[in-house]
Nanobody
Framework: VQLVESGGGLVQPGGSLRLSCATS????????VGWFRQAPGKEREGISC????????SYADSVKGRFTMTSDSAKNKIYLQIDNLKPEDTAIYYC????????????????????WGQGTQVTASS
């Protein structure tokens, strides 16, 4: 299973970034996808997810209104648009595949996910 994140970097507070998660066409078509982040000394936090059909999405309260998750089936990529970056957004960001279930939904709980990318660093600092 291959998930590859990219797009991280150093951005001033208030700036924007778009993270990408690339995978195979089979995985893209058959799994819900989540974005998580982990800051130094903190637990991994679920921040957004999108269902397998891409019709349902969910966001953590800490990022609502600033983060937007989209998908591109032609490229087999899931994106996380991050706007109005804050210093507290500094973390390693991971995409992950949700363990399949019978319903078309997604979870922000990390134990619901079975496969993870290597992560990409996002730093918001002046």
């Amino acid at each position: 299973v291959q998930l590859v994140e990219s797009g991280g970097g150093l951005v001033q507070p208030g700036g924007s970034l778009r993270l990408s998660c690339a995978t195979s066409s089979f995985l893209f078509d058959n799994y819900a996808v989540g974005w998580f982040r982990q800051a130094p000394g903190k637990e991994r936090e679920g921040i957004s997810c999108i269902s397998r059909s891409r019709s349902e999405s969910s966001y953590a309260d800490s990022v609502k209104g600033r983060f937007t998750m989209t998908s591109d089936s032609a490229k087999n990529k899931i994106y996380l648009q991050i706007d109005n970056l804050k210093p507290e957004d500094t973390a390693i960001y991971y995409c992950a595949l949700q363990i399949p279930g019978s319903s078309d939904w997604c979870s922000l709980v990390s134990r619901a996910y079975s496969h993870w990318g290597q992560g990409t660093q996002v730093t918001a600092s002046s």
